[in-house]
């Protein structure tokens, strides 16, 4: 048996101003006859097609007979609810331009409905769910079924504001779906008894089962941004790295653009009259924290399978079938060249949502020669960073200098009395001695720590010049049995005098040398979650050689 839920949501504004709506239904009926030209078999196969403006919903089962080796098509009504119609609607500002669905209407297909189906199939004949379609109007948020509101305060969105779902469970009146169902419909803290729903909700989904969401997901602002981005003389369709600079002059955002994503994303204040620098890795901060504020997103990680949906920044036209508008189709490019998102197989450029996605493999900030960064208290310049082959030991590795120089000047830089710091961990499967004669292998170990015993010289810390540097020069032989694998992380701390110390960067760089002698480095890039081992040295100031 197999599975099949298609949803027609509700074209809301012609049925307020007693015009003729879309008929999403057309669109389920359409998807039945392909999914049942598909999937037929010698098995039963069972549509549940859910009309929410006429408040009907269809079981049209495809009953396999053994002796014949067909199908025999069976139509039932599975369930009925109220029609959704013109006095079901309201105009909020009298101006016909925001049309809410009225509250407190008990007996209309919602969101709720759906998912209550999705249990049902679930408890009754787990994982036979092969497809969810839903046909409505849909953006960041997920499907439009009513255009319901969401009235309650206290949940925290992307532009900061605060709805309160997790202490209600979920506002009675909102109809539409929403991508913090997920964590209250279906989380054990707000509701413990509902662990049974929870099971049953996930176990409804065929192994290869997938879902289908056929609207929108174009926030205006997010085109526009991505247009600006676009058309900024940086840009490429592929092939950019993240250390790619993009000027843009004052006045090219708008202040929407700054307050509602750009600022909150990448930490930042600007305001439209700023002419603004941007990496291209905070571009892909941008885009990616779009990409996984989606209901698709969330949705497809809590089921742990793909999601068919528009992107952010894109939507769809719908005659004669739904696909992505190609006024929007350079935003797909985007979407798939920098974050190898895969669209759909009817080529109608629906993004595919995945459960592993992770925005960290595309959020990589790797430093050269001669770069600044920026930190809270200071600047640190890469002196030196190069990945070489040694002709005259036959060594290979990387050679590392950093120089850290505080904006207060009057701080102390001494071994002493310095409140900055550096210390460095590394990871190595290859360890040799003074005339490199190997030993075994080292694991993970402090390499040094410049707050232990201050009285001893550390030979890679030097403070001099009103600014405080690191520098190390690790080198290997190649290795004629095994891959050598050599990895630092590197942070920079400052000492507080009350509680644990502040790690304003961590930096990770190695190298890897083959059997045959070819040598790799890894880059020199910053590390957003230090390894628990290397907090450890930090937080519990371990001895120098400390081994994990």
């Given at each position: 048996?197999?599975?099949?839920?298609?949803?027609?949501?509700?074209?809301?504004?012609?049925?307020?101003?007693?015009?003729?709506?879309?008929?999403?239904?057309?669109?389920?009926?359409?998807?039945?006859?392909?999914?049942?030209?598909?999937?037929?078999?010698?098995?039963?196969?069972?549509?549940?097609?859910?009309?929410?403006?006429?408040?009907?919903i269809?079981?049209?089962?495809?009953?396999?007979?053994?002796?014949?080796?067909?199908?025999?098509?069976?139509?039932?009504?599975?369930?009925?609810?109220?029609?959704?119609?013109?006095s079901?609607?309201?105009?909020?500002?009298?101006?016909?331009?925001?049309?809410?669905?009225?509250?407190?209407?008990?007996?209309?297909?919602?969101?709720?409905?759906?998912?209550?189906?999705?249990?049902?199939?679930?408890?009754?004949?787990?994982?036979?769910?092969?497809?969810?379609?839903?046909?409505?109007?849909?953006?960041?948020?997920?499907?439009?079924?009513?255009?319901?509101?969401?009235?309650?305060?206290?949940?925290?969105?992307?532009?900061?504001?605060?709805?309160?779902?997790?202490?209600?469970?979920?506002?009675?009146?909102?109809?539409?779906?929403?991508?913090?169902?997920?964590?209250t419909?279906?989380?054990?803290?707000?509701?413990?008894?509902?662990?049974?729903?929870?099971?049953?909700?996930?176990?409804?989904?065929?192994?290869?089962?997938?879902?289908?969401?056929?609207?929108?997901?174009?926030?205006?602002?997010?085109?526009?941004?991505?247009?600006?981005?676009?058309?900024?003389?940086?840009?490429?369709?592929?092939?950019?790295?993240?250390?790619?600079?993009?000027?843009?002059?004052?006045?090219?955002?708008?202040?929407?653009?700054?307050?509602?994503i750009?600022?909150?994303?990448?930490?930042?204040?600007?305001?439209?009259?700023?002419?603004?620098?941007?990496?291209?890795?905070?571009?892909?901060?941008?885009?990616?924290?779009?990409?996984?504020?989606?209901?698709?997103?969330?949705?497809?990680?809590f089921?742990?399978?793909?999601?068919?949906?528009?992107?952010?920044?894109?939507?769809?036209?719908?005659?004669?079938?739904?696909?992505i508008?190609?006024?929007?189709?350079?935003?797909?490019?985007?979407?798939?060249?920098?974050?190898?998102?895969?669209?759909?197989?009817?080529?109608?450029?629906?993004?595919?949502?995945?459960?592993?996605?992770?925005?960290?493999?595309?959020?990589?900030?790797?430093?050269?020669?001669?770069?600044?960064?920026?930190?809270?208290?200071?600047?640190?310049?890469?002196?030196?960073y190069?990945?070489?082959?040694?002709?005259?030991?036959?060594?290979?590795?990387?050679?590392?200098?950093?120089s850290?120089?505080?904006?207060?000047?009057?701080?102390?830089?001494?071994?002493?009395?310095?409140?900055?710091?550096?210390?460095?961990?590394?990871?190595?499967?290859?360890?040799?001695d003074?005339?490199?004669?190997?030993?075994?292998p080292?694991?993970?170990?402090?390499?040094?720590?410049?707050?232990?015993d201050?009285?001893?010289?550390?030979?890679?810390?030097?403070?001099?010049?009103?600014?405080?540097?690191?520098?190390d020069?690790?080198?290997?032989?190649a290795?004629?049995?095994?891959?050598?694998?050599?990895?630092?992380?590197?942070?920079?701390?400052?000492?507080?005098?009350?509680?644990?110390?502040?790690?304003?960067?961590?930096?990770?760089?190695?190298?890897?040398?083959?059997p045959?002698?070819?040598?790799?480095?890894?880059?020199?890039?910053?590390?957003?979650?230090?390894?628990?081992?290397?907090?450890?040295?930090?937080?519990?100031?371990?001895?120098?050689?400390?081994?994990?």
């Amino acid at each position: 048996m197999k599975n099949f839920v298609l949803v027609a949501g509700v074209d809301y504004v012609p049925i307020f101003l007693k015009k003729t709506p879309t008929d999403f239904l057309h669109y389920c009926n359409k998807q039945l006859e392909k999914l049942y030209s598909k999937e037929k078999s010698n098995e039963d196969l069972n549509f549940y097609v859910v009309d929410i403006r006429r408040g009907k919903i269809h079981l049209i089962s495809y009953l396999f007979n053994s002796a014949t080796s067909t199908h025999s098509k069976n139509t039932t009504i599975f369930k009925t609810f109220d029609p959704v119609v013109f006095s079901n609607y309201f105009d909020v500002n009298g101006d016909g331009k925001k049309i809410r669905f009225h509250p407190n209407q008990k007996n209309i297909i919602s969101k709720r409905t759906i998912y209550e189906l999705i249990e049902m199939i679930g408890t009754s004949n787990p994982e036979t769910l092969k497809e969810l379609s839903v046909f409505s109007h849909a953006y960041l948020d997920g499907p439009i079924l009513l255009n319901s509101a969401q009235e309650s305060s206290n949940y925290t969105d992307f532009l900061g504001n605060e709805i309160d779902v997790v202490s209600l469970g979920y506002d009675p009146n909102d109809y539409d779906m929403r991508m913090w169902d997920f964590t209250t419909f279906y989380n054990l803290t707000a509701w413990p008894d509902n662990a049974d729903r929870i099971v049953a909700f996930k176990a409804a989904f065929h192994p290869e089962g997938i879902v289908k969401i056929w609207g929108c997901n174009f926030w205006k602002l997010t085109n526009k941004l991505l247009a600006k981005i676009r058309s900024n003389v940086a840009y490429k369709r592929a092939g950019l790295t993240n250390d790619v600079i993009f000027n843009f002059s004052s006045l090219s955002f708008t202040d929407d653009m700054l307050k509602n994503i750009i600022n909150p994303v990448l930490k930042t204040s600007y305001v439209k009259e700023d002419k603004i620098t941007l990496k291209f890795l905070d571009i892909r901060r941008v885009f990616c924290r779009l990409y996984t504020f989606t209901y698709p997103h969330v949705f497809s990680k809590f089921i742990e399978r793909k999601i068919q949906a528009a992107l952010p920044a894109t939507y769809a036209d719908i005659s004669p079938t739904f696909r992505i508008s190609s006024l929007t189709f350079e935003n797909v490019i985007f979407y798939q060249n920098y974050f190898e998102i895969e669209t759909d197989d009817e080529r109608l450029n629906y993004g595919i949502y995945k459960p592993d996605f992770d925005c960290k493999k595309f959020l990589e900030e790797i430093f050269k020669l001669g770069d600044k960064i920026q930190t809270p208290f200071g600047e640190i310049e890469i002196i030196e960073y190069s990945e070489y082959p040694d002709p005259d030991t036959g060594r290979y590795g990387v050679v590392i200098d950093l120089s850290f120089t505080p904006f207060d000047k009057t701080v102390e830089l001494t071994q002493q009395n310095s409140p900055y710091r550096w210390i460095q961990t590394v990871t190595n499967n290859y360890d040799v001695d003074a005339g490199y004669n190997e030993l075994t292998p080292a694991g993970t170990q402090v390499e040094f720590v410049d707050i232990v015993d201050r009285d001893a010289i550390i030979s890679h810390i030097r403070y001099e010049n009103g600014a405080m540097k690191i520098d190390d020069v690790p080198g290997r032989k190649a290795h004629p049995d095994f891959t050598v694998n050599w990895q630092a992380q590197t942070s920079l701390i400052k000492i507080n005098n009350i509680g644990d110390p502040d790690i304003l960067i961590t930096f990770t760089w190695g190298f890897t040398i083959e059997p045959s002698g070819i040598s790799k480095g890894t880059g020199l890039k910053r590390l957003v979650t230090p390894s628990p081992f290397h907090l450890r040295a930090i937080n519990e100031n371990l001895p120098i050689d400390t081994y994990d």
